[in-house]
Structure formats: C-alpha cells, structure tokens
C-alpha cells in the first residue's frame, strides 16, 4: 500500500472543523481552488464524499462526523510531538542517570553533585559506573547518560562533548618525604622510585619521555591500573607516583605534593554525551549541575 500523506490530516482537520472551503483556505492561507484540490484528494484517499452540497453550504456525511471525533486528537498529538520540549521543573523529576568516571570523580565531585541533585530533584537517583578505557559503546548504546575524562583517539565522532575544567599532573609522596625537603629538581625528582599509572601496562608514559628529553632516566618499581591504587602504595612507602591534580584532590588528602620539574602540557577534562540526548530537558539540567559542581571546585 501507498503511504498517506500525512499532510491531509491537518487539512482535513480545518475542513471538517470549518465546514467551509472558503474558510478552510483562509485559515490555513492557501487558495480555495488549492483547499478544493486537497478535498478531492481527501475524498480519494477516504472512499467518502466527507462535504456534501446543502443548499448554500456543506454538511458531512457519517464518515466525516466520525473522523471529525478523531482527527482533532491525532493532530494534537502531533503537534505536540513536534513542538520543542517544555520547560522542565526538576522537582517533578523521578528519573536514574548513570554516569562513567574514572577514579577520583566520585570522591572528589560527587558530594556536592549528590547535595545539588537532592536539593533541586529529590526524585532523582545517580548510578556511578567505573570507566576502564575512553571507548564510547556504552554512550551510543545508552548504558551510560553522562561521562567525563579527557577525550581520547577513540572517543566516537558523534560524540557531544563540552570542557569542565583544566588539570594538571602534580607529583605525590608521603608526608615527610625526601622530596618534601628542598627544592624539586629533575634530578632528585628522577632520582626517586617511582609509581607508574598505565590502564594498559605500558612501561612509560609522558613523564619519561619529558625526562629523556632532559638526559634522564627514573626508576619504576611498580605498574598500576588507577590513580587510587598508586596513592595507596606511595601513602605508605617511599615511592613516588603522579596523578592529575583536580581529579584526585579528595583521594590525595594528607599527603605531599609538588609540581612537576618537567614540561608536561595540561590537559581538558570533558563530560561527554550522546547527541541523542543533546536537547532533552532532564538531561541539559543534569549537565548544568555537574557543570557548576566542577567550576566551584
């Protein structure tokens, strides 16, 4: 079968409405012999007359009082199908959002993201998910609402993106440390034992190339998969281990940190979303909240 043209339902709505394909035209700014045509066609498409002469006017047949009963519904519905989403009050809210982060958020923006959300939609619940690698399958398949990092070679093309904040990588030890005594050159700095942080068990990363460059080389003693595993060994040893600045401020608490004597540049940290959720009333009053937890910060 043809598909209809959606289009008619609109004018049939006016004419069985108005009675009238003079008025019909009118209201929908078209000529009368174009709303004439548009009948015709919509009493090719019905099997029905649906307007038939009386006298000086049209009466409907029992299909039209029939479809009269029904057409005014269904294009109400479409038009508010179509019509940009209402203002949202997020009070009235009763929705779960899961977000990927990858260790530090929670601890470091979580609390006041929890306070601002229970405060502004108590019907609201957050699902915090581990992040293990930055690939965005669970963004476009919609297992996860929101998600935050540094975008990354795999991060998909689609994806929205939009920057919260710069950071940086400082250096961590224990308190009492050599290197909390003195300045930090490269030197002492390379001279220690070191933690290196590598998701994927690499045996150096940007520190090392910034130290080759210098004619340095450091020892690691230790690979680990996460910033909280790293400043759990260097909290309690004398190893040295790096860790973003922002991102780790809460996991970092009561110990020792310096700037790094190295050029290493800073980096964006990002939430990113799927497109499809773009202009979704919930969800742009998710991303200002997270947006103003992580400016306060």
Request: charged letters at 25%; hydrophobic letters at 45%.
């Amino acid at each position: 079968m043809a598909r209809p043209d959606l289009n008619l339902l609109v004018t049939l709505d006016v004419l069985l409405a108005e009675g009238s394909v003079a008025r019909a035209a009118q209201r929908l700014r078209l000529s009368p012999s174009a709303m004439s045509r548009a009948l015709a066609r919509l009493r090719d498409v019905t099997g029905d007359p649906l307007l038939v002469r009386a006298g000086r006017g049209l009466v409907p047949t029992p299909r039209a009082l029939v479809l009269r009963q029904a057409v005014g519904r269904v294009v109400e519905e479409a038009e508010t199908l179509l019509r940009p989403a209402e203002l949202l009050d997020p009070k009235t809210l009763v929705r779960t959002f899961t977000l990927r982060n990858r260790e530090g958020f929670v601890e470091t923006f979580g609390p006041a993201l929890l306070a601002r959300v229970a405060r502004e939609a108590p019907g609201v619940k957050l699902r915090f998910v581990a992040k293990p690698d930055k690939e965005s399958t669970p963004l476009r398949d919609g297992a996860v609402d929101l998600e935050t990092g540094v975008i990354g070679s795999t991060t998909g093309p689609e994806v929205r993106a939009q920057a919260l904040f710069r950071d940086r990588f400082i250096g961590v030890v224990r308190n009492k440390h050599p290197l909390t005594e003195g300045p930090v050159t490269p030197e002492r700095y390379a001279g220690g034992t070191h933690i290196l942080v590598s998701r994927r068990g690499r045996d150096g990363g940007l520190v090392d190339e910034a130290l080759a460059r210098l004619g340095l080389a450091r020892r690691i003693a230790v690979t680990v998969a996460s910033f909280s595993e790293a400043l759990a060994l260097a909290r309690d040893s004398d190893l040295v281990t790096e860790v973003p600045e922002r991102y780790t401020a809460r996991l970092r608490e009561g110990m020792a940190a310096f700037a790094l004597p190295l050029a290493l540049p800073e980096h964006t940290v990002s939430m990113l979303w799927h497109p499809r959720l773009d202009a979704d009333p919930a969800h742009r009053w998710l991303r200002a909240c997270l947006r103003a937890v992580c400016t306060e910060r």
